[in-house]
């Protein structure tokens, strides 16, 4: 670790939330997640760090590590205060800049990570999408439940490699997919033996985004040419009419992939690079 920082990190409470909010409004698709979550309900003091007073930069500091805002010193804050706590956390997400620096602090302290994604970029939707949607692509019902898990599954341990149903928190997980299929925000499209071809989740909304994440299903049966493409855009726009906003959406990885100009056809702009680290 660097020397002690001069700036204070210190919980955040509801005395926080309207500096809160000017930060992550300020970059309100890096932090459409965090957004989503303060929508709900402000996480729990010990989750919200800030730096400054006037409030500079937070950071979500729950099961994921997210920061919000700020430059390099308050980043070295960030990490010097949370190298000082054993680590509770599976990864770090965000804007490239700012886990850059607080992986290179927390290294030290935590240890190698498992994975690091230098460039995982953000689609961002902002105007009407200039495709025809997939009839065949709809909100999952409840009974659909057992056969939309493997799909999801599947696509949750080839992004993140954790097989989240193996794991200790797979109670968690299922519920998790249950909530999101009883408010409409799993789609999915099947067969004609009901297996899942075609998946996502609008599994974070906000008053000014969505995010919609998991395209397609790994280990099933492929739908026909251009299905992931309009199922894509149909998702889409669900996503949007349920916050009449733009929408974020989740790339997967980074690598030699056309889906580039595929999204750019789609009318989706890349915004943010950003790292992910999983232990």
């Not at 965090?34 to 400054?52: F, N, Q, W």
């Not at 949007?240 to 750019?264: D, K, L, N």
């Amino acid at each position: 670790m660097t020397a002690l920082p001069t700036a204070t990190v210190r919980p955040l409470g509801s005395a926080d939330a309207a500096a809160l909010r000017g930060l992550i409004d300020a970059e309100p698709y890096a932090n459409a997640v965090i957004a989503a979550r303060l929508d709900s309900a402000l996480p729990p003091e010990r989750e919200l760090l800030g730096v400054g007073e006037p409030l500079s930069a937070a950071c979500y500091a729950g099961g994921t590590v997210v920061p919000i805002g700020g430059d390099a010193p308050d980043w070295t804050a960030l990490a010097d205060h949370l190298g000082r706590r054993r680590r509770t956390c599976s990864s770090i997400v965000g804007p490239a800049d700012a886990v850059s620096v607080l992986w290179s602090e927390l290294s030290p302290c935590w240890g190698p990570a498992r994975a690091v994604r230098a460039s995982q970029p953000l689609l961002v939707l902002e105007r009407p999408v200039p495709i025809r949607a997939d009839r065949l692509v709809r909100p999952a019902q409840t009974y659909e439940l057992a056969r939309y898990l493997p799909a999801a599954a599947a696509m949750f341990d080839e992004e993140l490699g954790i097989a989240p149903l193996g794991g200790p928190k797979w109670g968690a997980y299922i519920t998790r997919m249950a909530d999101l299929i009883a408010s409409g925000r799993a789609l999915v499209r099947t067969d004609a033996h009901g297996d899942v071809v075609f998946k996502a989740e609008v599994a974070a909304v906000s008053r000014r985004t969505a995010q919609v994440q998991g395209v397609g299903a790994p280990g099933s049966p492929r739908p026909g040419p251009g299905h992931h493409r309009d199922g894509g855009c149909d998702r889409v726009r669900v996503a949007a009419g349920s916050v009449g906003q733009p929408v974020r959406q989740r790339f997967q990885r980074a690598g030699p992939t056309p889906v580039r100009p595929a999204r750019h056809a789609a009318g989706r702009n890349f915004v943010d690079g950003a790292v992910l680290m999983s232990w």
